[in-house]
């Protein structure tokens, strides 16, 4: 969590008080480190989740949540990451096809196009999302938090150095900043994920709240 807000605020909300560039806008110089920011703080996680605490990152397998499970040898490792760039690209391509049918029933609808955005966002986190559903549904819930939040991560993580590079390559400014709605919207979620996590317990009432504010998110993206 400590991590998803330092690199949001970082990248999303900075760019709207840097001084160097007009607009929510970052110079080369600071996009260039706002792309090693982001790598530097995935790379961690990366290093957590794969090394220092892969046990709490890996699929529900036995009862024993504190069981640590033995690491796998080379083969299981190099065949899983042929595996997850095939899975990466099926993904990617099944998205580029959804694009032009989500734009059409965007333009039916008279709805922002920030909604095509969310739909792609939606199939992009699905698998770690139904991930993260069945840890909590097997009362895993420190897995499924883990899920979750690293998802999270990662997509913001490599997308900002992605998109910083095509930025400078191509010479064309990149809008890291969030407008104001988003920015409140945004400092609320990690304000409610803060209180929700940092006491140690949890009610129903938490994961309602939480929902409310993604309801928010998804209403006021139809209806700015």
Known sequence: MAALAALTILTL???NAATSVPGPLFSTPQLVFAAIVSLVLYGS???VQTVRHRDYFLPVAADDEEAHAPPPSNRIAVLSA???LAALVAVVGLAKSLTPTLEAAVATLDVPKAVVGIAIAALVLLPEGLAAL??????RL???LNLALGSA??????????VAVVSIVL????ELGLGEKDRILLALTLLVGVITLGTGRTTVLQGIVHLVIFAAFLFFAVVP
Do not use: E, M
């Open 13 to 15: 909300i900075l760019p």
């Open 171 to 174: 010479r064309q400014p990149l």
């Open 153 to 162: 991560l990662a997509t913001i993580g490599l997308t900002i150095p992605a």
């Open 134 to 139: 069945r840890a909590a549904r097997a009362n």
């Open 82 to 84: 042929c595996l997850l």
């Open 142 to 144: 420190q897995t499924s």
């Open 45 to 47: 996680f990366v290093f």
